[in-house]
C-alpha cells in the first residue's frame, strides 16, 4: 500500500507527533507512514479479520486466545498515543478507520502509523461545536474499535463483553503508563485513572456493552509510590503457546485478574523500581 505523498509528509511533521516521541518513542505514531507490504487501514480490517482468524485457527489456537490476542496487536499502538495526547498534551490525535494504519509482520501486528496531520482538532458532532476532550477521545475510539469487535466476535463468536472489557483495560493501562512516566504520585495517578474511567464510561454508552472495569492497584517503590491497576478482563496472552514457566505453569501479566494477591506482589516485585525510579519507562500491562 502506497501513502500520498502528501499525507506522508503532513503526517511526519505532525506537532503533536514530535511531542509525543519526544516523550517516549512508544507514545508516539511509527515513522513508517503505511509504505509497502504489511500495512492494513483500519477501513480495510473487518475484511481483513476472518483471514488472520483462520490461519491462527490452523496452529490450533483457541477462539478466544484468537480474538482477545488480535485486538490487543490492532488496538494497543493505536490506544497508545491517543491515550498519551489525552493525558500528556490535553489533545487527542484526530485517528479514524480512513486516516490510521497498522502494520502486521507474520502473524503479529507490531505498529501503527497515522496518513493525516494530528496536531489540529477537528469537529465531530457539528461544523461549529468541539466536543471536550473525554467526549471526543470516546467518540474516536468507539468509532475505530466498533467494527474491528464486531468482526472479531463475527469471525470468532467470542463475547463482545470481554472485547470491550480488554479495550477499556488497555486504554486505561496506556494511560497510567503515561502517568508514571511523567512521573506522578499515586494521588495523580489515581486522578488520570478516574479520568480515564470516565472515557470508558462514554465509550460503553456508545457502544451499548456494559464491559468490565480494572480497579486501581497502588505500587510502593523505595522512594516513591505509583499507580497499576488489576485489568477487569484477562488478555488470555499466557494462553500462547511458549508463555509458561520453566515448570509448565501459565505466566501470567502481573496485572492478571487470575492472580492471587501473593502471586501478584510475587510477579510484580521485579518490575517496582523500574516503575518508581527516575526514568520510569516500564509499562506493567
Not at 52 to 80: C, F, H, K, N
Amino acid at each position: 500500500m502506497q501513502a500520498p505523498p502528501d499525507l506522508a509528509a503532513a503526517a511526519l511533521r505532525s506537532e503533536t507527533a514530535r511531542m509525543l516521541e519526544a516523550v517516549h518513542p512508544r507514545f508516539g505514531f511509527s515513522p513508517a507512514v503505511a509504505v509497502g507490504p504489511g500495512w492494513h487501514r483500519f477501513a480495510e480490517l473487518g475484511e481483513r479479520i476472518p483471514v488472520w482468524v483462520a490461519e491462527l485457527r490452523v496452529l490450533d489456537r483457541a477462539p478466544s486466545e484468537i480474538a482477545m490476542s488480535l485486538l490487543s496487536g490492532m488496538t494497543g499502538p493505536v490506544v497508545r498515543p491517543m491515550a498519551a495526547g489525552f493525558v500528556l498534551l490535553g489533545r487527542v490525535p484526530t485517528v479514524t478507520a480512513e486516516t490510521v494504519a497498522v502494520h502486521r509482520r507474520g502473524r503479529i501486528v507490531d505498529r501503527a502509523a497515522l496518513t493525516c496531520p494530528i496536531a489540529a482538532r477537528e469537529p465531530l458532532l457539528g461544523a461549529d461545536v468541539v466536543p471536550d476532550l473525554a467526549e471526543e477521545l470516546a467518540l474516536r475510539l468507539a468509532g475505530l474499535v466498533t467494527p474491528v469487535i464486531d468482526a472479531l466476535h463475527g469471525a470468532t463468536r467470542f463475547g463482545r463483553r470481554n472485547l470491550w472489557g480488554s479495550l477499556g483495560d488497555v486504554l486505561s493501562s496506556h494511560a497510567l503508563w503515561v502517568a508514571r512516566h511523567r512521573g506522578d504520585p499515586e494521588p495523580a495517578a489515581r486522578e488520570v485513572f478516574a479520568e480515564i474511567q470516565g472515557v470508558a464510561d462514554r465509550v460503553q454508552e456508545l457502544s451499548g456493552v456494559r464491559f468490565p472495569r480494572p480497579v486501581p492497584y497502588p505500587v510502593h517503590g523505595p522512594s516513591r509510590s505509583t499507580l497499576s491497576q488489576i485489568r477487569g478482563t484477562c488478555c488470555l496472552h499466557y494462553r500462547i503457546p511458549g508463555r509458561t514457566a520453566p515448570d509448565g505453569t501459565p505466566r501470567y501479566c502481573g496485572t492478571c485478574p487470575l492472580l492471587t494477591e501473593d502471586a501478584r506482589r510475587e510477579r510484580m516485585r521485579g518490575l517496582v523500581e523500574p516503575a518508581t525510579g527516575a526514568s520510569r519507562p516500564v509499562h506493567l500491562g
